[in-house]
């Protein structure tokens, strides 16, 4: 089979994406992956795992349709060399565009995973008019491909509504999260993490997510000001990068928040244990979110959380966090401090949430379903 874009992190083979398809490749599938030039993966010796690369290009869009064109050429490659039995490609146009001609070609089912949120567009004309001719390629692919899995009830909803595909055709297929490596283990690196950030002996609130407006932050910043006016010992820790960055940094400053939030900037996926592990609670204030694989390994973290209910993510947390309206600072302060004011809460959510990932979300279930999706579109 072929899967295709791993999201690599820039500095470690910590990727869900490539986790998984270790994961298949230990349980006898051949798996060969087409993905851009990564200098550290093309180190790696994965058991049944190959690895196909085209150039990295810069994000222009001829750029990325010379770089399609190299998929194209790279996946017709990999047709004419080995016997595939199923394409599994994934969001970014630049690889299910050029798997889909060689699945039909060569009749080979193609599997399509796409997220969407069902705020994110009101109607398949307004999604055209602003995709414009990405937007009829997408639509083509979702017409077209033969079987779509999403992360939720609620993406499925939103993909049948807006592409008026029919629901038989979508499956729905978690995120998950790998607990061998987001686990607790009250690691020693954990305190040297507090004093390098000046936070020993603060209570301290996780945000892990871009910097960008649909993820919510600067709900998160207002709502800081409300909880460290009631309760000053706290301290609130911004992981990620994005075009509201300088923007919110001038928001802390504007609230005199220097000395409480700190936006570190993006860091390594393999080190985002130790900061979950290192916080108290969690929050994602997302306006918009069809997921949110951060919900996800917080809870693996025993981390409680708190996040909005928008797109799937009630789904994802059911009665393990606690869910607040989006848009509303003040209701993510007072779900900070009832939390912080109520140390059982805190473990009951804590241990609820861990209990629901243990259950729902593993690296193990993931690679199960999806064998078995592969399995019955073959």
């Given at each position: 089979?072929?899967?295709?874009?791993?999201?690599?992190?820039k500095?470690?083979?910590?990727?869900?994406m490539?986790?998984?398809?270790?994961?298949?490749?230990?349980?006898?599938?051949?798996?060969?992956v087409?993905?851009?030039?990564?200098?550290?993966?093309?180190?790696?010796?994965?058991?049944?795992?190959?690895?196909?690369?085209?150039?990295?290009?810069?994000?222009?869009?001829?750029h990325?349709?010379?770089?399609?064109?190299?998929?194209?050429?790279?996946?017709?490659?990999?047709?004419?060399?080995?016997?595939?039995?199923?394409?599994?490609?994934?969001?970014?146009?630049?690889?299910?565009?050029?798997?889909?001609i060689p699945?039909?070609?060569?009749?080979?089912?193609?599997?399509?995973w796409?997220?969407?949120?069902?705020?994110?567009?009101s109607?398949?004309?307004q999604?055209?008019?602003?995709?414009?001719?990405?937007?009829?390629?997408?639509?083509?692919?979702?017409k077209?491909?033969?079987?779509?899995?999403?992360?939720?009830k609620?993406?499925k909803?939103?993909?049948?509504?807006?592409?008026?595909?029919?629901?038989?055709?979508?499956?729905?297929?978690?995120?998950?999260?790998?607990?061998?490596?987001?686990?607790?283990?009250?690691?020693?690196?954990?305190?040297?993490?507090?004093e390098?950030?000046?936070?020993?002996?603060?209570?301290?609130?996780?945000?892990?997510?871009?910097?960008?407006?649909?993820s919510g932050?600067?709900y998160?910043?207002?709502?800081?000001?409300?909880?460290?006016?009631?309760?000053?010992?706290t301290?609130?820790?911004?992981?990620?990068?994005?075009?509201?960055?300088?923007?919110?940094?001038?928001?802390?400053?504007h609230?005199?928040?220097?000395?409480?939030?700190?936006?570190t900037?993006?860091?390594?996926?393999?080190?985002?244990?130790?900061?979950?592990?290192?916080?108290?609670?969690?929050?994602?204030?997302?306006?918009?979110?069809?997921?949110?694989?951060?919900?996800?390994?917080?809870?693996?973290?025993?981390?409680?959380?708190?996040?909005?209910?928008?797109?799937?993510?009630?789904?994802?947390?059911?009665k393990?966090g606690?869910?607040v309206p989006?848009?509303?600072?003040e209701?993510?302060?007072?779900?900070?401090?009832?939390?912080?004011?109520?140390?059982?809460?805190?473990?009951?959510?804590?241990?609820?949430?861990?209990?629901r990932?243990?259950?729902?979300?593993t690296?193990?279930?993931?690679?199960?379903?999806l064998?078995?999706?592969?399995?019955?579109?073959?």
């Amino acid at each position: 089979m072929i899967f295709q874009s791993l999201g690599l992190d820039k500095a470690s083979l910590y990727a869900p994406m490539y986790e998984l398809c270790v994961e298949l490749g230990k349980r006898g599938q051949e798996i060969h992956v087409i993905t851009e030039r990564n200098e550290i993966l093309e180190k790696a010796k994965d058991q049944n795992v190959i690895y196909h690369f085209v150039p990295k290009v810069k994000p222009t869009l001829i750029h990325r349709m010379i770089q399609i064109l190299k998929f194209f050429k790279e996946v017709l490659h990999v047709f004419s060399h080995h016997k595939i039995d199923v394409v599994y490609t994934h969001n970014q146009l630049n690889t299910p565009i050029p798997a889909y001609i060689p699945s039909k070609i060569f009749n080979v089912p193609l599997v399509y995973w796409r997220c969407i949120d069902s705020s994110t567009y009101s109607s398949l004309g307004q999604f055209l008019r602003k995709r414009k001719i990405l937007g009829l390629l997408l639509l083509f692919l979702h017409k077209t491909c033969n079987l779509i899995v999403t992360c939720t009830k609620n993406e499925k909803q939103s993909i049948t509504n807006l592409f008026r595909i029919n629901p038989l055709k979508i499956k729905i297929y978690p995120n998950f999260v790998n607990l061998e490596r987001f686990k607790p283990s009250e690691n020693e690196k954990i305190k040297k993490i507090r004093e390098k950030l000046k936070l020993s002996g603060r209570r301290i609130i996780l945000y892990v997510h871009r910097l960008a407006s649909p993820s919510g932050p600067a709900y998160l910043i207002h709502a800081a000001k409300i909880v460290i006016d009631k309760a000053p010992n706290t301290a609130f820790v911004f992981i990620g990068d994005g075009p509201q960055k300088e923007s919110l940094q001038n928001l802390v400053k504007h609230l005199s928040l220097e000395d409480s939030v700190i936006i570190t900037g993006w860091i390594p996926n393999y080190k985002l244990p130790l900061f979950y592990e290192l916080a108290d609670i969690f929050v994602l204030p997302s306006i918009r979110e069809g997921f949110g694989r951060v919900n996800i390994e917080a809870m693996a973290m025993k981390t409680p959380v708190i996040a909005t209910k928008v797109g799937g993510v009630p789904e994802v947390l059911g009665k393990s966090g606690i869910l607040v309206p989006p848009k509303d600072s003040e209701s993510i302060a007072n779900a900070i401090l009832f939390l912080l004011n109520n140390e059982e809460k805190r473990k009951y959510y804590a241990e609820k949430g861990y209990e629901r990932v243990r259950k729902l979300f593993t690296l193990n279930k993931a690679t199960q379903e999806l064998l078995s999706i592969f399995q019955e579109i073959r």
